[in-house]
Nanobody, 122 residues
Framework: QLVESGGGLVQPGGSLRLSCATSGFRLEYYVIGWFRQAPGKEREGVSCISRSGGTNYRDSVKGRFTTSRDNAKNTVYLQMNSLKPEDTAVYYC??????????????????WGKGTLVTVSS
């Protein structure tokens, strides 16, 4: 199970930290991806974090978003800074079991959370 939290309304330029609390599996064996879906648009991958902590980001969030993981707390985080109105979306986390500790992508996720809404507006 994955449960996202931390969404809300924030002004442009503000920050939010999303959390993805996991249960029912050993997080250390999973890649975690963050996705978002804006109204009327397709879901897109935002960032992912490998088992070893390596990260990838979509170009539009590079330098503004940071993903981290705490396996001991069974939680993955998405720190979002310098938020823009175009970041408004429902944000989801998802997990995929992998054998390699290195590398991550957005394909073939096994488990999904229900999402948390982020609204960036003045």
């Amino acid at each position: 199970q994955l449960v996202e939290s931390g969404g809300g309304l924030v002004q442009p330029g503000g920050s939010l930290r999303l959390s993805c609390a996991t249960s029912g599996f050993r997080l250390e064996y999973y890649v975690i991806g963050w996705f978002r879906q804006a109204p009327g648009k397709e879901r897109e991958g935002v960032s992912c974090i490998s088992r070893s902590g390596g990260t990838n980001y979509r170009d539009s969030v590079k330098g503004r978003f940071t993903t981290s993981r705490d396996n001991a707390k069974n939680t993955v985080y998405l720190q979002m800074n310098s938020l823009k109105p175009e970041d408004t979306a429902v944000y989801y986390c998802a997990a995929r079991s992998v054998s390699s500790r290195y590398g991550c992508d957005y394909d073939g996720m096994d488990y999904w959370g229900k999402g948390t809404l982020v609204t960036v507006s003045s």
